[in-house]
Structure formats: C-alpha cells, structure tokens
C-alpha cells in the first residue's frame, strides 16, 4: 500500500523529468528496488556517465545481500529445483522481506516459498501498474497536485529511514549520508549520490568505531 | 533509446548481481563482518543523501515549490509519522496534503 504511494510517486517524478514511460516501467519490471529507480532517474537527468549510474544503483542494491542470506534459510526445503530459487529472489524488495522474516517462521517448510512468490508477486505488479498510473496522473492533474505526489518518492525514504533505523550503525550513516549528499551535490551533482553515499558511509563506519574504541 | 534501455537493464543486472550472490554465499558468510557493516553504512548514507538532496535541491517539477514549504510538509510528515506509531500510510499522506495546502495558499486560490 504504501510502496504503491512510493511507485505512484515515482511514475510521476519520471513524468515530471522527461523520462520515458515505457523506461520507467522497464526499470520496474526489472529493477524493482526503489531507491536505485530513484538514484536512476536523477543520475540520468543530471547527465552522468552510464558507468557510474550502473555503479551507484549496484551500490544502493547492496542491502539486498544481507537481506537474502538472512531470509533463504527459511525458503529452501528438501527436493525444491535450486533455479526456483533463484527466480524467487529477483522479486525479494524490502515490502516482502518484511512480511516474510515475519511470516514464513509459522508456515511448513514446503508452503514457505509458494507464500513468499504470492505476497512478492503481488507486489511486484502492483507496483507496475501504479508506476504507470502515477506516470499518466502527472500529465492530467492540475501542477499542486503534482507536485505533491513527486514530493511522495522521497518523503517514503525520510520516514521510513527515520523510523525503522535501528542500530547505531544505521542511525549514523543516515545523518552523514543527509548532509554529505546535498553538499556534495553542489560541487558536482553528476557524482553526488555516488560520493555522498561513499564519503558519508566511511566517515559514519569510523565515527562509530572512533567511539567503541574510546 | 537503445542507450536508455541498455542503461536500464544495467541497472536491473546490477541490483539482481546482490540478490543472487546472497543465495550462493548464504550461510557461508559471517553477516557481521567488517565489509557488510561499511557495506551496509555506505548503503544508509546514500539513500539518506539522495532523498535529503531532493527534498533541499529538486529537479524537474518540484523545483517550483519553495524549500521552505518542502521542509515545512516534510516536518509535518514527520511528526504525523511518530504521532501516529510510525503509520507510514499516514505520514506520507500528511505530507502531501502539506504541500499542496501550503502550495494552494501560496498561489492563492
């Protein structure tokens, strides 16, 4: 409900920035992680090099590792095709980790990975079709309401950082990573999700072990 | 448009390259190994900068809108946010009734 809020925001970010619709689907189809959509969109706007673009979407995707090392213990039961798997895992976005850390615990064995593909697929349409329902929105609503729902794709990320950050880790790289990048962006807006991310990120890993060691 | 796709398609290599190397080291790797925490910081930070960034210095359509109406509804969402038990749902619909209020009042309608 609330990613389709992100997706719908996203479509018409794409919208209002002149990017293609049928690229903004394709990148939902087959990226299907919305913060590296987002970084996508801005960096091609900015006019960075297409190298770096693909850099920085594979950075902001890293989350993705921790999350299915965590989660496919749970989706592999005996005599389940390993390639299933694999499939399955393309549709593994924070929504549907979620649910599913929670979720596949209580299910048997066998019903877990059936769960999971029905709850990620679900999504995973939704989320298609609300990007292009955002897309088609931005053109036929008056610009204030435009606005609002361009101004939905990043707000998404605000909250759900600031509420859902638990470790210290976390919280640290948050605070560094929000005044790294708007600086950064005024010097060289081609490199700033990329520096920002690089720059706040390390500066945030050594403030908090500055201060275990302390 | 070739260049578009294939710029797309780069991207969706890239976020799949970490989904499927979670299934081959899963269970194999320690997760609280130097790499995964500054892995993970630099992850955090980049989002953080990249939603922080538009908000302060947007492109495209929400340029027209003042930053202090921006940072006005975003402080609103917020508060909403944690009001609410971190409702997300009601966050962000805050924060766009914001804007566009703030926006109409603004332009005068």
Redesign the interface.
Known sequence: ??LA?GYLGFG??AN???F?LW?AL??TV????L??????L?M???GSV?IM??????????????????L??MLRSPGRP?WQ??VA??L?AMTGWAASMRRCPELPLEQRLPWFVGFALTNWVACVVFTAVGYGL?ESLP???????????????????????RTR??V???????V???L???AAPQW???L??????????GLVRAKKRA | MLELALLVVGCALATYLWRGLGMLVSGRVSMDSKFFIWAGCVAYAMIAGLAVRILLLPTGTLAATPLPERLAACVIALVVYFVFRRNLFVGIAAGFVALVTLDAIRSGF
């Open positions: 409900m609330v809020a018409a970010l209002g920035s002149d293609p690229a394709l990148s087959t990226i299907f992680a913060p590296g959509q987002l970084a996508m801005e091609s706007i900015a297409p673009i693909v850099i920085t979407v594979a950075l902001t995707a890293a989350r993705f590792l921790p999350m299915t090392v965590a496919l213990p390993t798997i694999y895992v393309h593994l931005a610009p204030l309401v435009r606005q609002g729902l361009v101004f939905v794709g990043p707000l998404y990320f605000v909250l759900i950082l600031t509420g859902e950050t880790h976390g640290v790289a948050l605070a560094c990573g929000a790294a990048g708007p950064i962006h005024l700033s999700v990329m920002g991310g690089l720059i706040g990120g390390t500066l945030a890993w």
